[in-house]
């Protein structure tokens, strides 16, 4: 494969996500913490009007305006669209400035704590989450490949890419430990990338523990839509813990307990994301795999 010369680092295409943009801004500020000498890395602050409103998003989630149908589509008129086209021409392939790896800041309302989203198995990909998960403890490895929009969000524009999602951190609020958290992983990904151009011995690992997209689950709602049921207190927080048949996974407001009905054990990443509650997903569940690279 060849050396990786240029490295976006992308932070802010939720406007409410503050980790990531401010991580963006502290690296326009001061260049010299993310420059390395076999590469070139940049900065993008992926959705800078709704940044400037505090919001998630102007018009629509940018996070799933990347699919071909958008990019593609020169009739599109609302702004989040827009920006993804204008990303797409900066980074992209053909782009002004392709990128040869992408890195996706985001942050979380739930107990994710450093997480790594991976979008495909390419081996370089998996190399590099092994490595980072083997020097923290802390950093899990999610794969949604199988999660309807993959193909819209933003590090798919690239093959080599991933998204760093840390929390629990409210939205439109600056946590100083998520912030170190998110910036050590950024400053690790690019350590990582300098030595494989250098052609230096890096991290090789046989196998990485991969938590699986499985499906989502939504909230038990009336007729209307309107929400019956919230998280049961037994799972608020359980992120990547077992969730076995039977255990309690909602608790109605007539306190009555719905349990997981499955037939196997999962483990629920993503539970009671703020951001989510539009999206009718009150969690996500996966299967933990070990896979061999």
Known sequence: ??????????????????????????????????????????????????????????????NRCFSSEYLQNPTLSNYEENRAQVIHQMLGQQGQYPADFIVDLHSTTTNMGLTIILG??????????????????????????????????????????????VGPVAQGVLDAVCFQKAEQLVYAILDYLENYNQGKTVHRSQSLTVYKFLKVIDYPRNDQGEIQAMIHPQLQGKDYEALNPGDPIFLTFDNRVISYQGDSTVYPVFINEAAYYEKEIALHLTEKQDIFI
């Not at 010369?5 to 401010?22: L, P």
């Not at 199988?146 to 760093?164: H, M, T, W, Y």
């Open 120 to 165: 495909n198995y390419h081996p370089f990909n998996l190399q590099l989450a092994a490595y980072l998960s083997s020097i923290s403890p802390l950093v899990k490895v999610y794969s949604c490949i199988k999660f309807g929009q993959q193909d819209a969000v933003l590090r798919s524009l690239c093959e080599l890419s991933l998204a760093i999602e």
């Open 1 to 62: 494969m060849d050396q990786i010369s240029r490295v976006a680092i992308v932070g802010g295409v939720h406007g409410n996500e503050f980790t990531g943009a401010y991580l963006i801004k502290k690296f326009e500020r001061f260049p010299e913490l993310i420059k390395r000498s076999s590469l070139a890395s940049f900065t993008l602050l992926g959705n800078p009007r709704a940044f400037e409103a505090r919001k998630r998003y102007i018009d629509k989630d940018l």
